[in-house]
């Protein structure tokens, strides 16, 4: 699995430098310079975006763990999506870190449970951005119809592979969860404590999902509006680069790079990816393919900034959960 990995991670790696020498250095650093020190701006919109996400994972705790949790849930929450933008581990090498983050404050059982949650929450969150987004936008697509074919099968059957998730949730999936952590190297320690408490995890999952449908619903509108916010961003980016920037044309980027996103989600930190949906939509939309990959840039600078920030506050949360683990 990891060779895997990094071999997707080689080839998003090789992507990006083919689209950096086919769109010209030059060229792309004369347009970033007419947002320069602007992006501070897209900065502080992703901590918005990064609160609106950690309330949705809040919602799937019990209402009696909620209390005072909040901040420490956000700066975990950093540290982890840092993690999974950073470690080749397909987009998961953070969640079970979130975990081990929290025990100094919430019961690992507790905490188990919402990240398996969290995740169901966040991605049909994605899926049904996605799904709005292109329904409004696609009839202003000029896609070729094999690439829009492809996109949608793979969207079905990311989506089919999330519901299969959420069923093995129901049915008890601690089990197989940490089986998954032990492959990618968890502390035994703490494998153990959670081991000896799979039942229990398995009963906040259930009693999330059938006991507390608002909760699920509430998480869910969370993320959608941290996912609304994204549209912000790109209306912004776009506006300083002289571009057109109406919220249809915001809508269809953000939406068609979630999208890619969505069903090529192996590559850790959507290296490449990123950039490549965002020139493959610029086209679609008969814009500049160079401006596109302007943009992937100038959210490839953000998402990096954030996994610094991330990583430093992982560093700094890990002596606090470290005692906990000997």
């Known amino acids: 699995m990891r060779n895997k990995q990094l071999i997707a991670l080689s080839l998003g790696v090789a992507l990006f430098g083919y689209l950096i020498y086919e769109t010209g250095p030059a060229s792309l650093a004369a347009n970033l310079e007419l947002i320069g020190p602007k992006l501070v701006f897209i900065l502080a919109l992703e901590r918005i975006v990064d609160l609106f996400n950690t309330v949705g994972w809040w919602f799937t705790f019990a209402p009696n763990l909620r209390r005072g949790t909040l901040g420490t849930l956000y700066l975990v929450r950093l540290a982890g999506t840092a993690l999974n933008e950073m470690v080749p581990a397909a987009s998961m090498g953070g969640e079970p870190a979130k975990v081990m983050l929290l025990q100094p404050y919430l019961p690992a059982t507790a905490a188990t449970a919402s990240v398996l949650t969290a995740l169901v929450s966040f991605t049909f969150a994605k899926a049904i951005f996605i799904a709005a987004g292109m329904l409004i936008t696609w009839h202003r697509l000029r896609l070729p ?19 299969v998730f959420l069923v093995l949730q129901l049915r008890g999936f601690a089990g197989a969860t940490l089986r998954f952590g032990r492959r990618i190297g968890l502390p035994e320690s703490w494998m153990a404590e959670i081991d000896g408490a799979s039942s229990t995890v398995d009963e906040h999952v259930a009693d999330f999902y059938r006991s507390r449908p608002g909760d699920l619903a509430r998480s869910i509108a969370a993320h959608l509006f941290a996912f609304s916010f994204g549209v912000l961003q790109v209306s912004l980016v776009l506006g300083w680069l002289s571009l057109p920037n109406d919220w249809q044309t915001s809508l269809a980027i953000e939406a068609f790079s979630g999208l890619v996103g969505f069903v090529i989600f192996v590559v850790p930190g959507s290296i490449g990816v990123q950039e490549a949906s965002k020139v493959l939509i610029f086209t679609a939309l008969g814009l500049s393919a160079s401006d596109g990959m302007v943009v992937g840039l100038a ?28």
């Open 145 to 163: 119809y094999g690439l829009s074919t492809a996109l949608l099968a793979g969207f079905m059957i990311t989506l089919l592979g999330l519901i």
């Open 299 to 326: 959210f490839r600078l953000n998402e990096t900034v954030s996994s610094a920030i991330g990583l430093a506050i992982f560093a700094m949360l890990q002596r606090r959960a470290l005692p906990r683990l000997e």
